[in-house]
């Protein structure tokens, strides 16, 4: 898989600069400490950069103006974004297309895109489309009606229910589940009467998600993820949210019904977010917080129910002193009774 | 899949009175500000009451004695549920019947009810039984010896385990696992040795199940949910449990084993449930609240752990500002200190 | 499945002793309460032991000396572990092999054990090694170039993605997923480049993984899970993490990147453990807690963020009383006013 390119073949792959010898050949990716002379290295964050002198890598990479200790260095911009970009340049591949496999079951009326690969034990329904160089995995799932664009990889068991439409380049994880039922229920006095959710979820370019998360399906418009946004494992969409472009939203989050979510907003792990309330661009919840109620945007949040990230920085570390702050209060109280003691005695004498 | 219908008819359906024109041609359903004159609404929240005079419905659903602004109206005791049995009427149809398609795999001691429909990919092991209309969707996988009633419908991939019985009208949405091995093991000086998980997951009728949720089967006897009790997605039942009728267990809820849940119990997102417990009838407990112990019937109760839901708000409305209570308990020792020493002083002078 | 055997022969089986009838013979198990003259019974617990008087029982095990009431008696060490060893004997029976089931779709290539069970529905990708009496239920998918162990069970649905090895007597839970892409993605400035993830996850011997839970693959190298590990229904691991031996990680728990977990480490139900930190040997972590940074050895923790068990047993009691020791040090501060009003007058009267 992996083929050696020159340092400055390197460089102007990634718009980079080289200092030092252009013409050695890199064949592979290491850290600072396991890289070797055919082996390229990166020095992402300053705190390490004292570790360049002693890295035996072919070259490193580097922000422009970083010391170099005599290496070979490649300067871009942002080293850790250029040293992804390698590793897909040297370690990965787009998957060969093997068209539709034995044992893949693929209804008549689907259309498939050229290029596209359908493993053995995949289940394609009724009118689906899928578009070019998409591939599906053995035992994913595609309701009736399901459109999916080029380049998608939907790897195996997860499953698509009907009329669920994804964009181009959307990566599902094994096991996610898009387009389930919402929870939706009328009480009927002594029951619940199920409502029908008729609608649908909405995935747009670039949208990834996790192993086993789940995206309802709308009541009776859209659950809708937009642009670029990034799901994680076991994460939880409830029916009709709206979430923006480029958010991060982190393993075993979950978000109630008709919760909008802005852009550019990251929810650390296991937050609940509750539903028909609004975040905002550009927000951070942090771990295992609760959102009651909508977030302005621009701000970092945290605790449950959710404060001002700092206010609860300072909140929580008072948590494990209330023993000892609540012993306090009780010997201020008798202090203060004696004082009232003594000051009516004084007064009295006087 | 939409037909039309009277205003006449639909009261009728819905056992509703009608005020104004029972002969208009109803043929779908839309909210109080997109429906058109073919279009039936809703008001269920008297906020919106005004909006009335604006609709462009053909009808509205509302409860009796509610104001029409001359519009024609459908009364009704619950206009939601009348909302929601419309949407079933408008929109839904039962799953026709196809019978065992081809690539279904079914083993030939499996019993089938009629009218039943098993897609390609779905497995059927031996002596399994399934009733009549029951739909079973790929990869769908039914273990040796299940039992499912009449009207189910078993989503994609999603899994029963060996012997486990379901009633008629369940749903199990994709992904979901009924009878997975409870989570059992005695230490044995060393290490864990693996105590058999021998016992079955039982769902009563009406039991819908959510997205990737998973129910473990008892250790020695039954794991138990009772009817009509919802599930949302990616719930953790453990063994042993008992889940009473008419619950809503909100996404990703965790029910430790021997746990006893009573009726009409709500569960909001995310909450924990302690093992060897009991939870009286028509308990509700708030978000991301952390049950350790019983908890007595017919109140709300948060946090965690739990307290009841009001002293709960009042307790974590203080969170933030104890960095501000924590200064004011010092200036106040400070101020007594000062006090203190005034006095001693007079005390002296004096 | 249950054959019957004399005390004798299971307090050999056991390493016991017999007191009393070692000729009776028992052909299953039950509680104090429900097992018959032909039913062994145990007592773990001391609190029950007066119950032993009362049961019909033909046997009972319990710890050398326990009063046996005129009961047959098998004394062991520990006799909840003597049980479940029992449950073993008399309840479960190895898998008999079926081999390569009609339906099971498995590549020329790969290496399958003698007596391994194929079921129908199954996928096995190119060069994958299964070992001898492994057992793949249906809908179990192995990417290409997996390796797995002897007697393992791979339950329905579950997915195990290119390269995780697996070792022996591993259980896959239904659904489970092994090698999921880790969640790491560079910044560029806009929005979010895939960094890719090319390593893998390995699973020791005696290790299992709980329905619908999800393991990621490290980034570049290894995800790793130590022998004899368990984790729970629902469990997110996320990329680079290493988790030692004998750990017992409970349903809803996530661990972020690159967590470090030491030997016998418990970590209760909906435990949050943020990334790059280590957690000691022999650590419990209580429900719900959330692990901010490294954990010392061989201590309880709780809470969020996590502080010694005990003081957080302190600190979260006094949470429902914040309310009132709020109005406490509101008439404090008024009570020290009004003294040092009076003693300012008192100052000036003097």
Chains 1, 2, 3 share one sequence.
Not at 44 to 55: D, F, G
Not at 222 to 227: A, E, H, L, S
Not at 294 to 302: D, E, M, R, W
Request: with cysteine.
């Amino acid at each position: 898989m992996t083929q050696s390119r020159t340092v400055t073949e390197i460089a102007d792959y990634l718009g980079g600069t080289v200092r030092g010898d252009g013409e050695i050949r890199i064949s592979g990716l290491g850290t600072l400490e396991t890289a070797g002379p055919d082996t390229l290295t990166f020095l992402a964050n300053p705190k390490y950069a004292s570790k360049v002198a002693e890295t035996s890598a072919g070259a490193v990479l580097m922000a422009p103006g970083g010391e170099g200790y005599g290496r070979t260095v490649i300067e871009v911009a942002n080293p850790y974004l250029g040293f992804a970009k390698l590793l897909a340049l040297f370690y990965t591949a787009p998957h060969e297309p093997l068209g539709v496999l034995p044992a893949a079951i693929v209804d008549s009326t689907a259309a498939l895109g050229t290029d596209v690969t359908v493993y053995p034990g995949a289940c394609i329904g009724k009118n689906v489309v899928v578009g070019e160089r998409t591939v599906i995995y053995p035992g994913a799932v595609l309701y009736d009606n399901v459109t999916i664009g080029d380049d998608c990889i939907i790897h195996a068991n997860a499953v698509i229910r009907e009329r669920c439409r994804l964009g181009n380049r959307c990566i599902i994880q094994p096991g996610a589940v898009i387009g389930s039922d919402g929870f939706g229920y009328a009480p009927d006095g002594t029951g619940y009467f199920r409502i029908p959710q008729i609608g649908i979820v909405v995935l747009d370019d670039d949208v990834e998600i996790g192993a086993n998360s789940c995206i309802d399906r709308a009541a009776v418009e859209v659950t809708r993820i937009r642009r670029g946004t990034k799901l994680d494992n076991l994460v939880q969409i409830a029916h009709n949210c709206e979430i923006g472009e480029d958010c991060m939203i982190v393993s075993q989050v979950g978000i109630s019904g008709s919760a909008k979510i802005g852009n550019h907003v990251t929810l650390a792990g296991q937050v609940g977010v509750a539903g028909h309330l609004t975040i905002g661009d550009n927000v951070l919840v942090g771990a295992q917080s609760g959102v009651p109620g909508s977030l302005p945007a621009n701000a970092a949040y945290s605790g449950t129910p959710t404060m001002p990230h700092k206010e609860w920085l300072r909140s929580s570390m008072i948590m494990p002193r209330l023993p000892e702050m609540r012993k306090t209060v009780s010997s201020l109280e008798k202090r203060i009774a004696g004082l009232e003691a003594t000051l009516k005695l004084t007064a009295k004498e006087n």
